[in-house]
């Protein structure tokens, strides 16, 4: 039975659903300590003083740590993970703060207990006197410098960088039109319902270290903790248990709380656990997403450009362990599906005393997409023309593919499109949406006293970036398949995916799949889940070990069944010949592992008085390995690109400027689809955080640098009742550059939803909207200063 | 730090323990009663996750003392089992639909809405959205969700 491309059920739910999933904080014992960590209230300041005294009579109590008990590599700053020549500055703090605090939140003074209520009451007694500093909160006072977050970087400036194809300023100038834009997206956070997490286990007989954590990266991570705690890496397991969620703040690692839990582990000898709270999560683990940026645009009577000029400042928070692969995105995606003639992007990376800043699902996309696709907007109502014509005329054709944009992607490789239909991509939206029948709509609303809009965005992702993953796949003797990949899952269905393409492969009922991931027991070498990459990068893998075993066991049964491997197939678990012959492939994978000793009944049967079969040979043929397994790595040249437009309609209230989706409608080309259903679901996750992103969602900073609103209450998520029905249509347009025809799926929903939502937006209201996400209050006032003359209003090609 | 001791029926099963007057309901179920399908997700009361019927009312444990709830029925996500052990029908409408991705926040979806189907057995599609509107999901969108209570409502319906 065909399996790949089905929306079959998901194989990991009946667990999740009963309530037996593992989740990290579901692990441990009740002999397992707590760890509870003392953090900065000051956004800037340096330690004067930690007094422990009160605190070392609390029962239950077991260990007080601050920078001073740290040794050896833990006493070092943090990696910059992702060196990049153009982060000039790169600045990472300490696993507990030395001297001084740059945000609030930094881990001060680690607490071991008991347990957690013991080790926080503890938390309360410990005293730190701190003498605080100047802070620099937001984009514009990180760049006027006044003060520093870092005494040796004085502009506040850690990246600066340039890229140019052709001579964009000229073309600009030489244009019959020119305009040019201001345009912020601000501070969101990717907010998984389970935060970070650690559970570390020192064997001390053994010598061995076990990790678990909730993270995006395990065999990352298992190297990065060998190195800081001086443990050889095969003393080193990290698993990650079942994931609450990710959406790329758990790709950062090492964190402070990763490094020191095992660290405490093995010093005290103790299992010790640590789990984040939610205002933890808030104010220590990442943020992302603001921005501005200045677009300049020339461009002829069809609206076509000729020139694109785009300078943004990116605001990276404290530190910069995860590099510039944020502003780096932002700066090569912003083109989408559009050639924009000549181009060159500036950005300057800052620092600012506030939680660092790393990839949250669409990791700078969003940014680059709004400020483009305002563009487009911008360019369409100069000119009085359709947004989606002026797009259409702008978009690089099929026949162009591969198409080059002249740039460098964030994997170090060309932004190079290996396919796309995006003409084909935007006619499907216009159908979806119904774009010519909207007029007719608008009108009918008006007559009732509604107001409403509809907007458009496209993009284009670039996905599966490599360097490669890897996959073990490997049948048993009872006809189980195992499958195991290095990168780990956080809800994306894993588990099904990858069991159906070893099911399809291999020729299996996909019941008899079992798949493991993120698990370095299992495999060793992986990158991670980010970036769109897992079924890309860890599907192709899994497709190329299996069909290595494939191979093997057609070889096998071959020499079984007396007959030319040619002759074989595999359906259901049994090998056939096209004579009728037939071997269960349980019975090759026997076959496949010749034995000395039985101690089953079908070992027995691979005994060597039981084979038979050539004597003059090897049981184990020169360049071959027992057992009927193989190993097999993906590793593309450059990344795939998966493309895609959104059309929204909303209403706003006249007299509350509250805003309402009324329709929202997808259409996403991510290649071959594995489980359509899962994909639908990525899709429908996506735009809810593109929903709140765009309307909801922002992380609110004073100017001393205290988070104003880091707790549920205050940060507002989607509810179900925020969340419009999402309408979608698949285009399928494989990539030419992996075996399965992968391009990723799981940041598409949400990179549009700024665009397409301010799209909407100044369409129902008549004025610009260059600034995301946007609120009632902010509408209203919109409105209120566009009646006072202050913002300008479309001009829908009239007068200017 | 005062102890009490409880006594909790949870699942139907009474269960009792010793736990500090400060313990949460969600902790005491969790560390001390080892179901640690209940899961935390904000501890103040926003996200749901930690929902669990308390005599049958969905209430957020973490907002709850568990020596205030003694002598309480308490019913987790892994009471919302078909008695036979399979899935229940919340449990089984939820894989059917893709109602979960990572399956941190579906405990407190699957009580509630165990509860809300036993008062409320045919939800239109606005009435089973309005039946989730107090429980927070990063993954789904929610689409799936509202499909879910539905095809749990199909279940029941078909099993009496």
Sequence with gaps: MKVFGEPIARLEDPRLVSGRGRYLDDLGTTTTLAAAFVRSPHAHARVVDIDVSDALGVDGLVAIYTYDDLEGRVAEPLPILIPHPALRAPRTGYPLANGVVKHVGEPVVMVVATDRYVAEDACERIRVEYEPLPPVVGIDNALRAEHAVHEDVPDNVAAHLVQEVGDARAAIEAAPHKLELHLEVERSASMPMEGRGVYARWDEADRSLRVYSSTQTSTSLRFALAHKLGVPVDRVEVVTPDVGGGFGVKIMHPWPEEILVPWAAIRLGREVKWVEDRREHFISSAHERGQKHTVRVGFDDDGRLLGLDVEFLHDNGAYTPYGIIVPVITATQLLGPYKPGAYRVEFHSLYTNTVIVTPYRGAGRPQGVFAMERTMDAIADYLGLDRTVVRERNLIQPDEMPYDQGLVFQDGRGLVYDSGDFPATLRKLRELVGWEEFEEYRQRARAEGRRVGIGIAMYVEGTGVGPYEGAHVRVETNGQVHVATGLTTQGQGHETVFAQIAAEELGVPVETVTVVTGDTRRFKYAVGTFASRAAVMSGNAVALAARKVREKALRIAAEALSCSPDELSIVDGVVRSEAGAEIDLKTVAVLANPLRYAFDEEAARATQFAVGGRTDRPPVEPGDEPGLEATAYYSPVRSTFANGAHAAIVETDPQTADIRILRYCVVHDCGTLINPRIVAGQVHGGVAQGVGGALYERIVYDEHGQLLNASYMDFLMPYASEVPKIEIDHLETPSPLNPLGIKGAGEAGVIPGHAVLASAIEDAEGFRIDAMPISPAQLWELRRRHEAGEVPGLTRGGER | ?160
């Design chain 2, 1 to 160: 730090m005062s102890e009490h001791d409880i006594r909790l029926t949870v699942n139907g099963i009474e269960r009792s323990v010793r736990v500090p007057a400060r313990r949460l309901l969600s902790d005491c179920l969790r560390h001390d009663l080892g179901l640690t399908g209940t899961h935390v997700g904000c501890e103040h009361g926003v996200c749901g996750a930690c929902t669990v019927l308390v005599d049958g009312v969905p209430m957020r444990s973490c907002l709850l003392f568990a020596v205030s709830v003694d002598g309480a029925e308490i019913t987790t996500v892994e009471g919302c089992r078909a008695p036979d052990g399979g899935l229940g029908p919340v449990q089984q409408a939820f894989q059917d639909c893709h109602g979960l991705q990572c399956g941190f926040c579906t405990p407190g979806f699957i009580t509630t809405i165990t509860a809300y189907l036993r008062d409320n057995p045919n939800p239109t599609e606005e009435q089973a959205r309005e039946a989730i509107g107090g429980n927070l999901c990063r993954c789904t969108g929610y689409q799936n969700i509202v499909a879910s209570v539905l095809q749990a409502a199909d279940i029941i319906r078909s099993e009496s």
